[in-house]
């Protein structure tokens, strides 16, 4: 019930706010942020913590906020924390695994986690069950190779103090026991092994978004949300700010315009061509390639409350990081469902609710050129994308089945998830490349910021926008002032989670308890510390209560969730 009063207050503020707040023309405003998903909700939400005095301005096309990419229906739903995805540990020639990736993408979700944590405290997020549920994380492979490869990795990451508490197993009883789905049926002299971490997380953006806004929107009155408003053209004004052109979509496409002294576009897809309108030179080495996304899923209460687990496989040769294969337990719309996929799909379009024409439109004389020589050197991706286009729906249950051999196909819909964008960017070397992940692009005097990637990594949303805000407000940042609130915000901020195991447990502990996770429990310790954790984030203790180790600053993380 609360979720749905929170979604319908939500439409209520966007239906409002789509004309009432539209801002006259001559108006000027501190941050302009454009497209209505996680990105731009986070950083709006440190920025009003951070600086409340500054006028905030967010606007979203569509006639509610997080219908593209940070929806439910259209991601994994994963709290990627690299416990489970064997993408991050790719196998090096000499047979060793590298995880040198997976401690960055961890403690940049155990800053998620510590973010959500002080919204909840402060009342500006509530009910954690509706955007965060405990969901343990596997990795599930077979044959003796892949089985070769999952031991090698495990024995590697138990090296580090972030996955002590890995379990790894080939014994079928054992993953039975872990995910049945996974086993009944299965072949006995077929040998399978595992890893599972029982601190992983089921996450909805969506939700996580809307209540974002929906507080911006209640408790700030330096901030707008204009629904219904598209963006269309971004130039820059002789004193240095950037004069922000929008359609207003529910009143026949009327234009306006304001000036804004700093725009962020989060807009998904659509941010490459909003870059390229801005005319930065740093927007002119990329282009895009769009890549789309499906889902096998069933709702049948019987067979989706008996997977409790986000299970991933290792994805096939030559296909893309956000194509690894996961039968996944979900949590939308308050039901439990079991997702599996995904199968990729092409379409010219950069959104799900885009154009056919945005490949095209996105084309220019400096990056046509890049994007055929990344097609040409990428064949075995375009190899891969034309055999996922061609799949039957045979092929895709007969997948299905390698992870859930007892599947019955009228259980189960295919459904078109969202849409991505891969990032080509020339290369002074290899002409161009195509990279995966999240791009974060500033223009020299850091006015003008967009997120470039092909899954804008709502797991780690809090650690990529602490990255925007180094480069776009450094002085603020090292002011007092903000260095003070981040540390309330994030416990750990400016400190290392990776080989400081008390730290990690006083850390884990206290955001389980906030969001109501139960995945870590607090030490004899350290339970007085957590408590204090909490008083602190209300603003009840001083500075003098964040935690210490002697640690360094935690690295900048690049990262890429799955669709």
Known sequence: MKK?????????????????????????????????????????????????????????????????????????????????????????????????????????????????????????????????????????????????????????????????????????????????????????????????????????????????????????????????????????????????????????????SINARYVFIGAGGAALPLLQKSGIPEGKIYAGFPVGGQFLVTSNPEIAHRHHAKAYGLAASGSPPMSVPHLDSRKLDGKQRILFGPFANFSTKFLKDGSWTDLFGSMTTSNTLPMMKVGLDNFSLVKYLVGQVMLSEDDRFEALKAYYPEAQREDWTLINAGQRVQIIKKDPEKGAVLQFGTEVVTSQDGTMSALLGASPGASTAPTIMLGLMEKVFPEQLASDQWQGKLKRMIPSYGLTLDGNEQLTNEIRSYTSSVLELGDTQPTAENAERIEALKARARGQESDSEQPGNGGEETDAVETSDNV
């Open 4 to 256: 749905q009063l929170t979604a319908a207050l939500c439409l209520n503020l966007c239906m409002a706010s789509g004309y009432a707040m539209a801002a006259d023309d001559s108006e000027t405003i501190d941050v302009a942020l454009i497209g209505g998903g996680i990105m731009s909700a986070t950083l709006g939400t440190y920025l009003e913590a951070l600086q409340p005095d500054w006028k905030v301005s967010m606007y979203e096309r569509l006639d509610q906020v997080a219908e593209e990419s940070s929806n439910g229906w259209n991601n994994a739903g994963t709290g990627h924390s690299a416990f489970a995805e064997m993408n991050y540990t790719p196998q090096r020639d000499d047979g060793s695994v590298d995880v040198s990736r997976p401690p960055k993408i961890t403690e940049a979700f155990e800053i998620t986690r510590q973010f959500l944590s002080y919204q909840v405290l402060n009342g500006v997020m509530h009910d954690p069950g509706s955007f965060l549920n405990n969901t343990p994380h596997m990795s599930f492979v077979w044959g003796d190779d892949h089985i070769d490869f999952l031991r090698k990795r495990y024995d590697a990451m138990q090296q580090s103090s972030l996955y002590k508490a890995m379990e790894y197993s080939e014994d079928p009883e054992v993953i039975r026991e872990w995910a049945p789905l996974m086993m009944e049926g299965r072949d006995p002299a077929q040998k399978v092994a595992a890893t599972r971490m029982e601190a992983g997380t089921d996450a909805e953006w969506g939700e996580v978004t809307r209540q974002l806004i929906s507080a911006l929107s209640e408790q700030h009155d330096n901030f707008s949300l204009s629904t219904g408003s598209e963006v269309r053209d971004l130039k820059r004004n002789d004193d240095g700010s950037w004069k922000v052109t929008w359609a207003d979509l529910d009143h026949g496409g009327e234009e306006h």
